[in-house]
């Protein structure tokens, strides 16, 4: 306990932790959203479009990489979420299809044009997190908190037309709600999250943050505003567990921040096997 | 602006931990006239070949003249993740940390720059993932001599001392200054 009091001292620990429970708040609402959709693996597909905006970005010595980053991520959630009905690639393909795509050319570029001297610490720190997390600047804390405040007053303000076209698209259309412009609004936010959710956890590790918290809590509530709450609060306390442990034993923080979500699920299901005998 | 010395600093680092060769047996000393040159070139114009140095001889403390009974930063105490972002800290705004003695373990790494003839030392700290590295630089006082009592590369060490800036080729780096080498 004295050891964490003492790492609470030093400001970067305090905005990680800020910062984490932003990401894991943000990313645990809309992972509701997403997971009802059927869109779990979107996060995925998007974090891959997010690292190869990154190697671009790199290639391209941008010192601000979200200036890149964020947009071609919003442009590619747009097209995933754009409803599908005539598209010859739909659905899974298409995210599988930009995900290894992106992931591909990232990693290709880096390669071919990296100008820098760890081009593989480069890529792991992109991938994994690393402990992106503990190095934020300042300017990076409160683009976080601004974009994270977006996003929840969004999910807040929107709560009504997200469930509606969240549970059903069709019907929400036939009442008059404009689901194209919800749908851009959803997807807006999931790029969003995405890109902040890479410092926290890593490209290739940020859908865990949507899906776990999402899931744990349908195994406990059915009602959706509960499943949201407890979704939120178990995304919380996980992203908060596993930095502290991060911290402490010197363990990479994506990953295990990951395996408590994977440990906070397990608990879960545990609970509610035993509840329904 | 700015940025470019740090991100001189950063790259000299992550150099020291991927490219730093291994000294064998045609050592040179820096004749170049700066600090750590001078005490090098001092101390090495009479061998003419590389000693055997044992971990005794590496690693003792009773070789220093300085100690410090008052650390500012001490990173020993700190696990693996915190000490990898408070180096990245230091490097990154390295006038907060100007003239504080700072203690830090990690792996000794050497690396010798041919067009400049010096040779420089440092104490490289891994992240968690063990693919990125952060270092700084030291210099030792001059009560050890190069390489008897200097540490055999990739060895654990801990170093303590004075956060200062130098120049060369008009580019700013950051060094330990005055440090000591303690038993780890």
Known sequence: MEQL???????FVRYAMIVGV?????????????VLRRFSFIGDGLSHVAFGATAIASVMNLMEKTILVLPVTVISAVLLLRSGEHRKVKGDALIAMISVGALAFGYLLMNLFSTSSNLSGDVCSTLFGSTSILTLTTSEVWLCVVLSAIVLCAEVLLYNKIFAVT????????????????????????????????NLVGSLLISALVIFPALSAMRIFKSYRKVMIFSSVFSVCVAVIGMVISILAGTPVGSTIVAADVIGYGCCWLYAEVRSR | MRLKPLIYTAVLSLLFAG??????????VDTSGSGI??????????????KEVSEAEVHSTALASTSYDLVDVDLTGLSSTMVYAEVYNIVMNPDEYMGKVI?????????????LDVWYFSCIIQDALAC????????????????????????????????DRYEENGFPYYTLREAVLSEA
Do not use: H, W
């Open chain 2, 132 to 163: 990125c590295a952060q270092g700084i630089e030291f210099v030792l006082t001059e009560d050890y001599i190069y390489p008897e009592n200097y540490p055999t590369e990739g060895d654990y060490i801990i170093v303590t001392g004075i956060f």
């Open chain 1, 167 to 198: 549970f059903d698209e069709e019907f929400a259309k036939a009442v008059g709600t404009d689901t194209g412009k919800y749908n851009l609004i959803i997807a807006v936010m999931i790029a969003v999250i995405i890109v902040l959710a890479m």
């Open chain 1, 5 to 11: 009091i003492l790492y609470l001292r030093y400001p």
């Open chain 1, 22 to 34: 932003l990401i894991a708040l943000c990313s645990s609402l809309l992972g509701v959203t997403l």
């Open chain 2, 37 to 50: 040159g001078q005490v090098l070139e001092e101390r090495m114009e009479e061998e003419t070949k590389v």
């Open chain 2, 103 to 115: 203690c830090m373990d990690g792996m000794y790494t050497e690396f010798y720059n041919e067009a």
């Open chain 2, 19 to 28: 490219c730093a060769p291994r000294y064998g047996a045609n050592i040179q």
